[in-house]
């Protein structure tokens, strides 16, 4: 049964992947709300037609322009609005910031459901640390770019969460092998779908996982924090053959110093050995 609701701005996270997620709020505001402004009609659509709900849908997007969110917030201030994205929760690295800043410095109401993340989902799966993590969205595409992101959050001490694709999950393992190869890096995909995994290790070896078994679908990456505790000789000759492949004896030696706080001229001495 519907309920009327107020006029606003309504946050409705739904499904990342299993349709039975959704919540019996989620329901009841899209159920009551005048207008559905979403990513794209088609996905949504879906959803609503497993709901059994026909709703007025208005795309809004990264390219929605200063009109089409001005149609929004006047639709807003007199009827309630949902908005949703293709899946899990609107603004978690998905359009709505703008227009939900838009709404409140106009004094519009603003009511957010909680409901399904990726991001916590994969949390909660992957074992790492979870009293403190970092949600950092999306790495960037570029080699250079994504590498500098990286020694950015390099001493955060927090697990390090990141959306990714399939297509760009080994070059993104790639980096983390390369800016911080002592960390433990945790992998979970297809969330809340048939084929769900979580894999964890160094990224060296999830990396040769995912070589021999192309991925698909959407990918939460996690990193681990910084370990306070060295790691032994045996640990630091593995760092080092492991950053030896690509780089000199000195700069490995300062990568690994870096990633685990030993004598960086005493690494060097070890790879001019192991070299």
């Known amino acids: 049964m519907e309920h009327a609701l107020s006029p606003g701005l309504y946050i409705v996270a739904t499904p990342i992947g299993n349709l039975g997620d959704i919540t019996l709020r989620a329901i009841e505001v899209l159920g009551a709300a005048d207008v559905v402004a979403c990513e794209d009609t088609r996905v949504t659509g879906k959803l609503l037609n497993h709901l059994g709900l026909k709703k ?63 991001a916590v989902l994969g949390l909660t799966l992957s074992g790492l640390p979870n009293d403190r993590f970092l949600f950092a969205g999306f790495l960037p595409g570029k080699a250079k770019a994504r590498e500098d992101v990286l020694r950015e959050l390099a001493d955060v001490p927090a697990t390090l969460v990141f959306y ?16 911080l190869p002592a960390r433990e890096v945790a992998v979970a995909r297809e969330l809340t779908k048939r084929f769900e995994e979580c894999r964890h290790g160094s990224p060296g070896d999830i990396a040769e996982h995912y070589r021999a078994h192309p991925p698909k679908g959407e990918i939460v990456l996690l990193v681990g924090p910084p370990v306070d505790v060295p790691p032994d000789a045996a640990d630091a000759d593995g760092l080092l053959r492991e950053a030896l492949v690509t780089e000199k004896p000195s700069q490995a030696a300062a990568r690994v110093a870096k990633a685990t706080g030993l004598d960086r001229k005493a690494l060097y001495a070890r790879a001019l050995e192991l070299k």
Do not use: H, N, W
């Not at 006047?74 to 899946?87: C, F, K, N």
């Not at 990714?164 to 800016?179: K, Q, Y």
């Open 56 to 118: 007025r849908m208005v795309r809004y997007d990264d390219y929605a322009d200063d009109a089409s969110r001005e149609r929004l917030l006047a639709a807003m201030r007199e009827r309630p609005v949902a908005l949703v994205s293709d899946a899990g929760t609107p603004l978690i690295s998905d359009p709505g910031y703008r227009l939900v800043r838009a709404a409140r410095e106009e004094g519009i109401a603003v009511t957010s459901l909680p409901g399904p993340s990726a």
């Open 164 to 179: 990714e694709t399939a297509p760009r999950l080994l070059d993104a393992l790639g980096a983390i092998g390369s800016v």
